[in-house]
């Protein structure tokens, strides 16, 4: 009843709400995701945990690439993406969620233009119209690379290519931006500089945005909100403000949390490879 | 004396069927190759057999499944006897068994190519809008063309030789149904030993030219 009562709540004040279980068969035998936490309208969460704890399988039940076994995601009171109990499960081309994958997976046979305006474009992705045209152009105009529209993913850099891959998903006009490890195919001078664009990008737009990272200096900079994950379990760590606490002792907070070295978890749950 | 028209008819008749048939098969193995690409569990398993199978039974075998399918009595033969559709004994039932005899050729070559293509891609595509239709037509077939390509000029070149489950449905008329495989066998047959060694020739060429060029472009742009 009491979940219920805070589950009314969320509902009344327009929260992101995001509460997902699936369990998935992998080769070591079966890994479950637990993973429920709120955030405040706009708000932003970095999703921190070691590699294979969930994080990028919370950001597919988003998306609705994957289907969760049961559980909610709502982006506020008007937009329910998945509600098992009611029967909702829209699919993921109807989401308007803006997913940047692992490594941005642009499309390789489009030029940057053509892939920035995937999203509204039919069965011919080359043939750009006038007014996508200028809509790719504006996006990359606004994140600095808007000489680069003729180029091929294979011409351009790391950090270019996330631009692109972060054009592209804004062009769709997203209602949440789901960003997984955003920063780590970078060198470590371009990801700090590409971190503070982002962080002034997100506060202009003011999009909710789940960030997935193993950096703890990612979590330092954007976290108002942290999932810990391990073990497919998530772990809300509201305790930060980003801008009274100095980032190493952030880190270090962070690095030494309880949840991610207690032993209770792996009690419950198998672990994944 | 032999006549120019003895080469050049099972010539066109050849290249009329290899082309039709590696059409048909493009289209009927693509899209078999994309519905179980990335499909697990028994039911797949044994679509994919069956599939695949043309390509280890013996050509007698398939022709006669096939007269059994599309025979004058068969399943299928009697209602396109109906519709007045005869496939024994003609260039169309040429068609039919070259179809067959090719299809695991541009099955195999597009599943293996489009399980290449990065699910993330595809991935990403969804979450742009696209329905799984259009990522089909504008990822995963230009990101797969290379392999599928290549078995579609593989197809080619073995219809251009398909020999026994052809005889076994459209027989070996003269001028009718009578390809270049046909063609030879029937000329070495009647001793016409000049007839033979120049159809032989103009086989070997043809096919050499159709692997040269789908080399070549194959080679042709690629993007890293």
Not at chain 1, 42 to 49: D, K, S
Not at chain 1, 167 to 178: M, N
Request: charged share 15%; glycine share 8%; net charge neutral.
């Amino acid at each position: 009843m009491a979940a219920l009562g805070l589950a009314w709540l969320w509902y009344k004040e327009g929260l992101l709400y995001i509460d997902v279980h699936k369990t998935v068969g992998t080769g070591l035998g079966a890994f479950s995701l637990h993973s429920t936490f709120s955030l405040p309208e706009h708000g932003l969460a970095v999703l921190f945990g070691a590699s294979g704890s969930g994080k990028t399988l919370t950001l597919h039940c988003v998306a609705g690439l994957v289907q969760p076994d049961y559980g909610t995601v709502r982006l506020h009171a008007q937009r329910v993406l998945y509600d098992s109990a009611a029967g909702i499960a829209i699919p993921a081309r109807h989401r308007r969620v803006g997913y940047m994958a692992q490594e941005y997976a642009l499309f390789p046979h489009l030029t940057v233009e053509q892939n920035v305006a995937y999203g509204l474009t039919g069965l011919l992705p080359r043939c750009l119209n006038a007014e996508q045209r200028e809509k790719a152009q504006a996006l990359l105009s606004m994140l600095g690379i808007g000489q680069l529209a003729k180029r091929l993913p294979s011409q351009i850099s790391g950090g270019q290519k996330q631009r692109v891959a972060l054009a592209r998903a804004l062009c769709v006009q997203p209602e949440i931006l789901l960003l997984d490890e955003p920063f780590s195919a970078l060198d470590p001078l371009l990801r700090r500089r590409l971190r503070v664009e982002l962080g002034e990008l997100l506060e202009a737009l003011r999009l909710p945005c789940l960030i997935i990272s193993h950096d703890p200096d990612d979590v330092a900079y954007f976290a108002d909100n942290l999932i810990l994950y391990k073990q497919g379990q998530a772990h809300h760590w509201q305790a930060f403000d980003r801008h009274a606490v100095p980032a190493h002792e952030m880190t270090e907070a962070l690095l030494a949390a309880p949840f991610l070295h207690s032993e209770e978890v792996d009690a419950v749950e198998p672990a994944r490879g | 004396m032999l006549e120019w028209s003895e080469i050049t008819v099972p010539l066109l008749l050849s290249l009329r069927v290899a082309a039709l048939a590696t059409a048909f098969s493009f289209v009927l193995g693509t899209g078999m190759a994309w519905f179980l690409a990335r499909r697990r569990g028994a039911l797949p398993a044994v679509i994919n057999a069956l599939c695949t199978l043309p390509l280890v039974l013996p050509p007698t075998v398939l022709g006669y499944y096939l007269i059994l399918v599309v025979g004058r009595r068969g399943v299928l033969g009697s209602a396109l006897g109906e519709l007045g559709i005869n496939l024994i004994f003609s260039w169309q039932g040429a068609v039919v068994a070259a179809t067959v005899v090719v299809f695991p050729l541009i099955y195999t070559s597009s599943r293996a190519a489009l399980e290449q293509v990065d699910k993330r891609l595809e991935d990403a595509a969804r979450t742009l809008g696209a329905s799984e239709w259009r990522i089909f037509l504008t990822l995963s077939l230009p990101l797969a063309w290379r392999g599928i390509f290549a078995g579609v000029m593989l197809a080619f070149a073995r219809g251009m030789g398909e020999f026994g489950a052809t005889l076994m449905i459209a027989g070996n008329i003269p001028n009718k149904t009578q390809t270049l495989a046909l063609a030879i066998y029937d000329a070495f047959q009647q001793g016409n030993d000049a007839r033979a060694t120049l159809l032989v020739l103009v086989t070997s060429a043809l096919c050499i030219a159709v692997l040269v060029s789908a080399e070549r472009i194959a080679a042709w742009r690629r993007w890293g």
